[in-house]
């Protein structure tokens, strides 16, 4: 296999909404620049770049995948991102590694939700983009419809440079309005093309769609403007480069129209990668971290030292973990050492592979701009640096969305439980945005992530890749129970059997403190009322039964105790005597200070188009929420709605919010402040919790 350098490989990200044919698309694109042997699904429901068992189930792509085509002494690292809304940080990962980004869109339904935010990821990575627009051939599919939505969506800098020769059915080739021919495809799907002179019956139209391209591409240089104005034309030299130029600078969308599934229009777009988008060396500046954190620039030139980015982890059963990773300068060259610059440890890196999909083939280097992957590495995360380590640089990578849905999880089969961390440890090594913990106060495992669907998914891998089967639950709220008057009490044990008897005594007064308070202890015993030593024993007393709660169940919170007065026995009291009258004076100070539950409030942050403002606040207002404001944000399409509402309401918010939304929204939430819960949820909340401890006493007899 040749080892390319920058200046002769395109980095494309083709992103998009799911079901626009991304992953076909790259399959046509290999097909026809002979990287592989056939076009589209195999039989067994995979593709190039969809071979993750769920993927071949559900039919669309779950996580990125890479593949390669070689297409006029150029490599063409393609990266295949899904187009979910709940696997978008997928998307923008590629995207961080890529140089250009193919944007794909269904000529059937235009632009749609996802179209809208990877091309927002466009803008975040400063990638030059063209448009494909896909599904050509099927019913209502219409070139003029999608072109109108999406200059009404991005402006009049998206301009076809193909016209189509029929539409639907009869969408059989594109007319190239640069070079000024016919591309015309055989309905076998072989992708054998014929070009030719364009049909008489398209010429009008095909003439007067140039002399708009070549005007837009004028429009963007004072020395073209000239030309154009001299010659009332550009020559077709100029019409390529100014283009190209345009493409790079953001100036011009370029839109190709294609039909993946029946193979019509993939050599056109081939070359519009090689010939319009940037080469991976183009920018020849790039910027990182040095050794102290201090952000340096540098040259990215294939003598610079080496330095890579990895971007993805997947595990694959037979070589293990596998990390994807960009060259961006420099050389990384096969069973060499390098230095991990993100966790300051020396790395053994072994062979390197090219990736076809998962197919992996060996190279004994990669240059500045390439794009590779790596078995075993031992202790290198998703979103790391190798460097050389006299020459430590890092590179910045993306930051995760927090969770938007947390289930609490538990393993079927008891035995499971060690199993679990270590399958879970793994699936977040791949998927980051997976979070996976133990609820300290509720003791519950809680797995969380993007969305309910992507928390199926977790569960599904769980079984199939790693053999362990779980429940999800919703997960419990941490409630909390305190006093709101301050009450005085009494604790006494007294217990006389043969030999030795077991006495204690305590007098407390409970009185409530500010939220967030927690616990305090006074000893203000006098004149040894109770002996120094048994002090300790009725703060631990109270200590544990606080924990074990009063009404529900739930830790007691926000208040303190006085220990005022209290009796002793000589013999007969012990430790453990003056623990059990602590907790019984906790009982009775807990039920004379009018006890009440507190639940979590959450300041929710929500992010959608001005339009669902109205509905969001609404449907905020019945999950008990407060508004705290609206502020535009910078796009100036999006307003963001702040709120406190409680954890409870908040529990499946995704789902709403994606249904009142059109999935356009999206959300953040942490942790504000402990509030009372209103009386008439209070009782239900009660009722359920000895419900529930019944069961569990019933279940262990």
């Known amino acids: 296999m040749k080892v390319y350098s920058g200046n002769e490989i395109r980095n494309v990200a083709l992103a998009g909404h799911n079901d626009t044919g991304k992953t076909t698309l790259v399959s046509q694109l290999l097909f026809n620049s002979g990287g592989v042997t056939r076009l589209g699904r195999i039989e067994d429901g995979t593709t190039v770049t969809d071979f993750d068992p769920d993927e071949i189930e559900r039919k669309h792509s779950i996580s990125a995948a890479i593949a390669f085509a070689e297409w006029k002494d150029t490599k063409i690292n393609l990266l295949d991102t899904p187009g979910f809304g709940i696997f978008l940080m997928e998307t923008r990962t590629s995207m961080r590694v890529a140089d250009a980004a193919a944007i794909v869109v269904s000529a059937v339904t235009g632009v749609e939700v996802t179209t809208e935010k990877v091309w927002k990821f466009a803008d975040e990575f400063n990638l030059p983009r063209l448009v494909i627009a896909n599904k050509m051939d099927r019913e209502r599919a219409s070139f003029s419809r999608t072109l109108d939505a999406l200059q009404k969506k991005f402006g009049k800098n998206v301009v076809p440079i ?339 008897g077991q006495f204690a005594d305590c007098k407390i007064t409970m009185e409530p403190l500010p939220r967030g308070a927690d616990f305090e202890f006074v000893d203000e015993i006098f004149g040894g009322a109770i002996p120094r030593q048994y002090i300790p024993a009725v703060e631990k007393g109270i200590q544990e039964a606080r924990v074990k709660g009063y009404l529900a169940g739930f830790p007691v919170v926000d208040f303190r105790v006085r220990l005022k007065d209290g009796q002793y026995h000589d013999v007969d009291s012990s430790e453990m005597a003056f623990k059990i009258a602590g907790s019984l004076a906790f009982q009775q100070g807990m039920e004379q200070g009018k006890p009440t539950l507190l639940e979590p409030i959450m300041h929710v942050d929500i992010t959608a188009p001005g339009e669902y403002i109205g509905a969001l606040t609404g449907d905020l207002t019945s999950r008990r929420g407060k508004m705290e404001g609206v502020d535009a944000e910078a796009d100036g399409d999006s307003q963001t709605l702040k709120a406190r509402v409680p954890l409870a309401e908040m529990l499946t918010y995704g789902s709403t919010l994606r249904s009142i939304t059109q999935g356009r929204g999206t959300f953040h939430m942490e942790y504000s402040h402990y509030e009372e819960v209103p009386r008439n949820l209070q009782e239900k909340i009660i009722a359920e919790s000895k419900k529930a401890k019944e069961a569990a006493q019933a279940a262990h007899h």
């Open 162 to 500: 193909q016209i189509p020769m029929g539409e639907e059915k009869d969408f059989s080739g594109i007319i190239d309005l640069i070079s000024m021919k016919a591309y015309r495809y055989p309905a076998d799907t072989s992708g054998k093309v014929e070009i030719a002179d364009i049909p008489a019956e398209y010429k009008d139209e095909a003439a007067q769609w140039r002399e708009k391209l070549i005007e837009k591409v004028a429009e963007g240089d004072d020395k073209l403007m000239e030309k154009f104005f001299d010659q009332g034309g550009l020559s077709q030299e100029d019409l390529v480069d100014g283009l190209r130029r345009e493409v790079l600078h953001h100036q011009i969308y370029p839109m190709l129209l294609t039909s993946a599934s029946h193979n019509v229009g993939g050599h056109a777009v081939l070359d519009a990668f090689v010939s319009l988008l940037p080469a991976a060396d183009e920018v020849k500046t790039i910027e990182g971290k040095d050794k102290k954190g201090e952000a340096i620039t540098f040259d990215r030139r294939a003598e610079a030292f080496p330095g890579a980015l990895v971007f993805k982890t997947f595990s694959d059963p037979f070589s293990g973990r596998v990390s994807l990773f960009r060259v961006f300068s420099g050389t990384l060259k096969s069973d060499a050492t390098y230095w991990n610059a993100s966790r300051d440890h020396e790395e053994r890196v072994g062979k390197l592979q090219l990736l076809q999909g998962k197919q992996q083939s060996p190279v004994s280097e990669l240059k500045a701009g390439d794009i590779g992957a790596v078995a075993k590495l031992k202790d290198v995360h998703t979103g790391d640096t190798l460097s050389a380590r006299d020459h430590v640089i890092t590179f910045p990578f993306v930051t995760y969305p927090e969770p938007a849905i947390s289930f609490a999880l538990e393993a079927k089969a008891r035995g499971d439980e060690d199993k679990l961390g270590t399958a879970i440890a793994r699936i977040v090594e791949e998927d980051p945005t997976i979070k996976f913990g133990r609820d300290e106060q509720t003791k519950e495992l809680l797995i969380s992530g993007q969305g309910q669907l992507h928390v199926e998914i977790v569960v599904s891998k769980l079984k199939k890749k790693y053999g362990v089967d779980v429940i999800l639950h919703p997960p419990k709220v941490p409630y909390r129970e305190t006093i709101t008057r301050a009450s005085d009490a009494h604790g006494r044990h007294k217990k006389q059997s043969g030999g030795h």
